[in-house]
């Protein structure tokens, strides 16, 4: 019995207190109350909070979506989708971080576009060696070599990303 009541005894005070809540007052619907209340003095400007992917860049790109623009395309792409992810192999890159390469389509080599983290921008590599099957492109101390499908990004001759490719030939 004293456990019941133990039990109920604080079950019951919170019913009342739940029950006790003061509700505001509700005026009485009218036809005009529109028309019943007091213009403000002033027109209240409301503060627009920005939306998400407003932020288009001067290409139209919206970062954050994952777009940027593709010097080498001439338009917004994804860099993952685009091009082609190239592994980082020097241990004081960001592992969880990937370059990408990006060539034209039609097998124009001419050119080529890599996205690398640590850049923080696309960079466009001209062709400066064509030997058959090893190609090299440069880009100030950075340079992209392909040796038949194995493509090695360096810089300054230490090796940063490293890729094997059947589909980039």
Not at 92 to 112: M, N, P, Y
């Amino acid at each position: 019995m004293k456990l019941s009541t133990f039990i109920a005894l604080p079950l019951l005070c919170c019913l009342l207190v739940a029950c006790n809540k003061a509700q505001p007052p509700q005026q009485p619907a009218t036809e005009n109350a529109a028309a019943e209340q007091p213009a403000p003095s002033q027109p209240q400007e409301k503060e627009q909070p920005e939306m998400v992917g407003n932020d288009s860049d001067e290409h139209g790109c919206k970062a954050s979506a994952g777009y940027t623009w593709s010097l080498l395309l001439n338009e917004c792409v994804r860099p993952w989708e685009a091009g082609v992810f190239i592994e980082a192999q020097d241990p004081s890159l960001d592992q969880t971080q990937a370059a990408h390469l990006i060539t034209k389509k039609g097998g124009d080599l001419k050119q080529i576009e890599i996205y690398i983290p640590k850049a923080g921008k696309p960079m466009l590599y001209d062709l400066v060696s064509d030997e058959g099957s090893v190609k090299t492109w440069k880009n100030g101390n950075y340079v992209m070599t392909r040796t038949k499908g194995l493509y090695e990004l360096k810089e300054n001759g230490k090796l940063l990303y490293k890729m094997q490719s059947k589909t980039m030939e």
